[in-house]
């Protein structure tokens, strides 16, 4: 029982290096969620997915792109990394209700030197 | 917008005690799911409990339990007989029915629970 499986789980980049985060969800979730999550600023919402084949903006898009590439699959790419995106990189599954939990990975701790 | 405050960064309790993590939102809307995850340092986010906002009756999950003020925008955690385990960082979540919103969750900053043995 999977749930939800994200890889890596550590990565370090050069400043300028780009790197494509994967998740895979095996509860036939409809949506779909990255997160990053900093000291003192909690999770905040990169991109997401409502459902296969549309992904929208959260409150922090700028320096990444998500590709939802099946129902299963919603991967995050940073094209040129910079410091400022060193963080812990989380995504998250849910049912399209509003009464269902949102279903996390472990994480992927980046870090960008 | 709707937003989610935690207003206790830090709290600690002795291990077989109760505490209570204090969690306040804003919103115009009527209808609304609350959600409280706990993060251990394992990293791991952890459903812990939720509630239904047109529900009045409190959501209770074995030794966790809340108490859900709607007038007042409330939505507190209390963990009763707490254990090392609970030690984590506990995150209060809204979430809208509305579509527009797309259902998105919105989070609190988050409270750090420490229990003394």
């Known amino acids: 029982n999977a749930g939800v499986t994200q890889t890596p789980k550590f990565q370090v980049l050069k400043t300028g290096q780009s790197m494509t985060l994967q998740c895979a969800q095996d509860?036939?979730?409809?949506?779909m969620y990255w997160y990053r999550q900093d000291p003192g600023m909690g999770l905040r919402l990169i991109y997401y997915s409502a459902s296969e084949g549309t992904t929208d903006k959260g409150e922090v898009p700028n320096g990444y792109n998500v590709s939802r590439l099946n129902k299963r699959e919603f991967s995050l790419r940073l094209e040129s990394a910079a410091p400022s995106q060193t963080s812990v990189y989380f995504c998250?599954?849910?049912?399209?209700?509003?009464?269902?939990?949102?279903?996390f990975g472990d994480g992927t701790r980046l870090s960008i030197l | 917008a709707q937003t989610v405050t935690q207003s206790q960064p830090e709290m600690s309790v002795q291990e077989a005690e109760t505490v209570t993590l204090s969690c306040t939102y804003d919103t115009s809307e009527s209808d609304y799911y609350l959600f409280w995850y706990k993060q251990p340092p394992s990293r791991q986010m952890i459903l812990v409990i939720r509630q239904e906002a047109y529900k009045q009756q409190n959501a209770t999950e074995n030794r966790f339990s809340v108490n859900f003020q709607k007038a007042a925008k409330s939505f507190s955690l209390k963990i009763s007989d707490s254990q090392l385990g609970d030690a984590a960082m506990y995150f209060c979540a809204y979430r809208s029915v509305h579509a527009g919103n797309n259902r998105k969750l919105i989070w609190g900053l988050g409270t750090s629970l420490a229990v003394n043995p």
């Open positions: 998250a599954s849910s049912f399209t209700a509003s009464n269902q939990p949102q279903h």
């Open positions: 509860m036939n979730h409809n949506s």
